[in-house]
């Protein structure tokens, strides 16, 4: 991409950027002690599936080797906020690209950064890292870009944001990063914030959008960008729904009906999310699909299948949420510290096993053995559904 840095600057300034000051989020006294003790711990079970029995997937790749496949949602880009080095980030990259998964959408900010200039930067260096590795790396922002850049067989990148705090409570924010890369977007990260509440809201406080968030739905609309409810409230994800003219998506929500977990989404939530005619995407965190964190082909395919027997097979997807077990281990210093942010009774700082991206393969034949789905279902689950939704509101 030409000129990136000067495009973005000249974007930066041109454009108002009303900042709101946000609270920071509060922390907990905890030791470094008992920090790395329960680190230690959570270590040892990241590990979901043995190295041979990922060596059997090669076998379903052939099988569907012609499908686009898609994982909707893998946390941290190349000198972005997680904190990989780029090395680490495209190591971890590899374990898609390796694997016959055709593209990812990795997520550039979460609602902890607030100032549009700071993700302005993280996107100019993975916008300028892929451009520079193009031989590797294909971003994609139309469906014709996907299906042309899958005939090549290149690795297809684009982005997405967990929470709107990046917008700076400025809706002109969602056309300036609509037009840098940003295909979709959710509300909150778990803590209420100017556009709604957020997922991590108490059982008696379930709130919605606010008028500022029923706007920014309808700006997102009229952009193209995604409206995701993953992370914000049950009743957030209902009014975007009910406000949305167009279909949207839980990138990487599980099936409250399947594991009684208030990070996960309940029936209504996800009929809302389907009536739209969006998708329902799966991740691959064990401590959000069962109380013993197991995230087995067997625990995923559980959840999947839910979705296709309470609203259709044609809703369900797959958004991993994969963060190397290394980054995720180093990430509990601060998701430990700070349970408003990550509420230790959704799952956050949990024991969980971690499944990677490539995993959905091991889904598969769960899925056709022993839930029976055909091929059709197999082909909209692993990237057809999205691509529907993807058609319906990008521009």
């Given at each position: ?33 008992e ?39 893998v946390?941290g ?18 374990k898609?690209?390796?694997n016959?998964?055709?593209?990812v ?6 609602d902890?950064?607030f ?11 993975a916008?300028?890292f ?20 899958h005939k ?37 990260y778990?803590?209420r ?6 997922g ?9 959008l ?25 009743r ?5 729904a ?5 279909p949207?998506?839980?990138s990487?929500?599980n ?6 977990l208030?990070?996960n989404?309940?029936?209504d939530?996800i ?5 739209t005619g ?7 965190l ?17 959840t ?12 369900t997807?797959w ?19 700070n349970?408003?942010?990550?509420p ?9 096993e ?9 889904v ?16 909209g689950?692993?990237g057809?559904?999205l691509?529907?939704?993807y ?5």
């Open positions: 991409m030409k000129n990136l840095q000067k495009n973005i600057i000249a974007i930066a300034l041109s454009t108002a950027i009303a900042t709101i000051a946000f609270a920071p989020t509060s922390a907990i006294a905890i030791t470094d002690a920090v790395a003790e329960k680190k230690a711990y959570l270590q040892k079970m990241t590990e979901a599936r043995p190295g041979d029995e990922r060596a059997a997937d090669k076998a379903v790749h052939e099988r569907y080797k012609d499908a686009i496949v898609i994982d909707q949602l946390p880009t190349p000198g972005g906020y997680v904190g990989q080095s780029t090395a680490d980030w495209e190591a971890m990259a590899g898609s690209r390796d016959n998964i055709d593209f959408s990795y997520t550039a900010a979460i902890d950064t100032d549009p200039l700071i993700i302005m930067d993280w996107i100019a260096q916008r300028i892929w451009d520079k590795n193009s031989d590797k790396y294909q971003v994609v922002e139309t469906v014709d870009d996907i299906r042309a850049a090549s067989g290149k690795f297809m990148v684009n982005i997405n944001f967990q929470g709107s705090n990046a917008l700076g409570g400025n809706l002109n924010m969602v056309e300036t990063y609509y037009k840098l890369g940003v295909r979709s977007m959710n509300f909150a778990n803590v914030n100017h556009m709604s509440d957020g991590g809201v108490a059982s008696d406080r379930d709130g919605g606010s008028k500022a968030g029923i706007r920014l739905v309808a700006e997102m609309n009229r952009v193209g960008m995604i409206v995701d409810c993953t992370h914000s409230s049950n957030t994800c209902l009014d975007a009910a406000a949305s003219t167009k949207i998506i839980l990487h929500s099936a409250y009906g399947t594991y009684a208030p990070r989404s309940p029936d939530v009929k809302a999310v389907a009536k969006g998708a329902i995407c799966a991740n691959g064990g401590g959000f699909h069962n109380k013993q964190g197991f995230a087995g082909p067997e625990d995923l395919a559980k999947i299948n839910y979705v296709k027997e309470l609203v259709g097979a044609k809703h997807c958004g991993s949420d994969y963060v190397d077990p290394i980054v995720y281990v180093n990430a509990l210093d601060f998701v430990l510290r349970p408003e942010s990550f230790p009774e959704l799952g956050y700082g949990s024991p969980t971690i499944a990677e991206p490539a995993d959905v393969w091991g598969v034949p769960v899925l056709e053995d022993k839930y029976g789905w055909t091929e059709q279902e197999i082909i689950f692993l057809e559904n691509m529907r939704v058609k319906a509101n990008w521009r």
